[in-house]
């Protein structure tokens, strides 16, 4: 073969391999919004490789701002949950400080606004201790009178120290000397570099905070402060109008496990059937993901299940059972939380040679169905009204998926 007839086989292979690196680090910036050149070495060195065709890309699908720096590569996502299934998936996915970790509380993540403030103005190098005494005093300002710390208590201490850890994980700050937990135990400290250039990364708002204080007036509500943060500009012709439209359900398809038509505003619905085709296949060519089109709504699924911290089906006693549970209320409709419960009993005998040994011992039951639920209303597959036993579960659409039907005979030969 001569060299003239292998240029377009060399030149689609350079091609594919071009876009499977803008696909690797899109989805990467999906997942984890901030890279560094420290850590993320590979991913680093494609996202500024590809950053032109990348910021693209995010612009003109989502509205996204990309920045691009020497060390540190910044995806500005801007994404507020509306409608009750979108709003119920974002509060069961909090903060923690580490993987395994129990999640942020309100008073974590109040913590954690204190210290990047608190970090803004500190020197290049902190102590946790010293840290911890400035966030004391930022919490005595004006406009925090309902928020009290004292730092004087483990409880309190673990608090912060949740707050540290994720900014540790972000690259915020990096461990110099001394750990955390003889922090929490009163008997050390830690000392940490401060990291500027990623400090100045973490904010992520449609607008500047100090633009959004001048226009919100004396004591707006935390809820007022957020939706400002976010709001969008106003538009002034058709095609921004319509820019707007995809750039709203675009974050909601690449954000929530799934898209009830019933849930969103006119507009975005209307938008979004017309142009569902067209919409998911340009941003299912870019992310990998596979679109899946109901009558109901959308999702757009990972086939390698990297795209999300919550996985279905998963794997253990917890995983197996929510599983069985799903298929239950996939096939039957709505159930109370007595009978869930009631159903993990004889599951647990039932499986007993697999599931865990506590699984049968009383009570346990509470446990795995408590679980099991914040497992499928985090993904969008089912609603719960009312608390405690007599709480309902009603089955969403999306649910069905895990439905057990009866298998097809197609044919009747030898086996």
Same mark, same amino acid.
């Given at each position: 073969?001569?060299?003239?007839?292998?240029?377009?086989?060399?030149?689609? +292979?350079?091609? %594919?391999?071009?876009?499977? @690196?803008?696909?690797?680090?899109?989805?990467?910036?999906?997942?984890?919004? $901030?890279?560094? /050149?420290?850590?993320?070495?590979?991913?680093?060195?494609? %996202?500024?490789?590809?950053?032109?065709?990348?910021?693209?890309?995010?612009?003109?699908?989502?509205?996204?701002?990309?920045?691009?720096?020497?060390?540190?590569?910044?995806?500005?996502?801007?994404?507020?949950?509306?409608?009750?299934?979108?709003?119920?998936?974002?509060?069961?996915?909090?903060?923690?400080?580490?993987?395994?970790? #129990?999640?942020?509380?309100?008073?974590?993540?109040?913590?954690?606004?204190?210290?990047?403030?608190?970090?803004?103005?500190?020197? #290049?190098?902190?102590?946790?201790?010293?840290?911890?005494?400035?966030?004391?005093?930022?919490?005595?300002?004006?406009?925090?009178?309902?928020? +009290?710390?004292? !730092?004087?208590?483990?409880?309190?201490?673990?608090?912060?120290?949740?707050?540290?850890? $994720?900014? $540790?994980?972000?690259?915020?700050?990096?461990?110099?000397?001394?750990?955390?937990?003889?922090?929490?135990?009163? &008997? @050390?400290?830690?000392?940490?570099?401060?990291?500027?250039?990623?400090?100045?990364?973490?904010?992520?708002?449609?607008?500047?905070?100090?633009?959004?204080?001048?226009?919100? @007036?004396?004591?707006?509500?935390?809820?007022?402060?957020?939706?400002?943060?976010?709001? #969008?500009?106003p538009t002034y012709t058709d095609e921004?109008?319509?820019?707007?439209?995809?750039? +709203?359900?675009?974050?909601?398809?690449?954000?929530?496990?799934?898209?009830?038509?019933?849930?969103?505003?006119? &507009?975005?619905?209307?938008?979004?059937?017309?142009?569902?085709?067209?919409?998911?296949?340009? *941003?299912?060519?870019?992310?990998?993901?596979?679109?899946?089109?109901?009558?109901?709504?959308? %999702?757009?699924?990972?086939?390698?299940?990297?795209?999300? &911290?919550?996985?279905? #089906?998963?794997?253990?006693?917890?995983?197996?059972?929510? !599983?069985?549970? /799903?298929?239950?209320?996939?096939?039957?409709?709505?159930?109370?939380?007595?009978?869930l419960r009631r159903q993990v009993t004889? *599951?647990?005998?039932?499986?007993?040679?697999?599931?865990?040994?506590?699984?049968?011992?009383?009570?346990?039951?509470?446990?795995?169905?408590?679980?099991?639920?914040?497992?499928?209303?985090?993904?969008?597959?089912?609603?719960?009204?009312?608390?405690?036993?007599?709480?309902?579960?009603?089955?969403?659409?999306?649910?069905?998926?895990? /439905?057990? /039907?009866?298998?097809?005979?197609?044919?009747?030969?030898?086996?």
């Open positions: 073969m001569s060299p003239v007839d292998l240029a377009p086989s060399i030149s689609g +292979a350079l091609e %594919a391999r071009e876009a499977e @690196g803008r696909t690797r680090v899109l989805r990467a910036l999906l997942v984890r919004p $901030l890279l560094r /050149a420290q850590t993320d070495g590979e991913l680093f060195r494609l %996202a500024r490789r590809h950053a032109e065709a990348l910021r693209g890309w995010f612009d003109r699908e989502t509205g996204w701002r990309l920045v691009v720096e020497s060390q540190t590569v910044r995806l500005l996502t801007s994404y507020v949950p509306h409608g009750t299934t979108a709003t119920a998936v974002a509060e069961r996915h909090p903060a923690r400080g580490r993987k395994g970790d #129990p999640p942020f509380t309100r008073r974590r993540y109040v913590l954690l606004c204190l210290a990047l403030a608190v970090l803004e103005r500190s020197d #290049p190098q902190i102590s946790l201790g010293r840290l911890a005494e400035d966030v004391v005093l930022a919490a005595r300002q004006p406009g925090l009178d309902g928020v +009290a710390f004292t !730092l004087s208590g483990r409880e309190e201490r673990s608090d912060l120290v949740a707050a540290i850890r $994720l900014l $540790l994980g972000y690259g915020v700050l990096v461990r110099v000397a001394g750990d955390e937990e003889s922090y929490v135990s009163a &008997d @050390g400290d830690a000392l940490y570099d401060v990291d500027r250039r990623v400090l100045a990364a973490i904010l992520s708002t449609s607008h500047g905070p100090g633009l959004v204080g001048a226009a919100l @007036g004396p004591a707006p509500t935390i809820d007022r402060i957020e939706a400002t943060l976010h709001e #969008p500009p921004e109008s319509t820019r707007r439209l995809r750039h +709203a359900v675009s974050r909601r398809l690449l954000c929530d496990p799934v898209v009830y038509y019933d849930e969103l505003p006119d &507009d975005e619905r209307n938008y979004l059937v017309g142009q569902r085709v067209q919409l998911t296949r340009r *941003l299912a060519e870019a992310t990998g993901m596979v679109a899946e089109l109901r009558a109901e709504g959308i %999702a757009l699924v990972d086939p390698d299940d990297q795209l999300t &911290d919550t996985r279905m #089906p998963e794997q253990g006693t917890d995983g197996h059972a929510t !599983l069985l549970l /799903a298929e239950q209320l996939a096939d039957s409709g709505p159930a109370d939380v007595a009978s004889r *599951l647990a005998k039932d499986n007993a040679a697999y599931w865990r040994r506590t699984s049968q011992e009383p009570g346990a039951e509470n446990a795995i169905v408590a679980g099991a639920l914040d497992r499928l209303v985090g993904l969008g597959l089912v609603r719960v009204t009312g608390e405690g036993p007599d709480a309902v579960v009603h089955p969403l659409p999306a649910l069905r998926r895990f /439905a057990v /039907a009866a298998p097809t005979i197609t044919s009747r030969g030898a086996r």
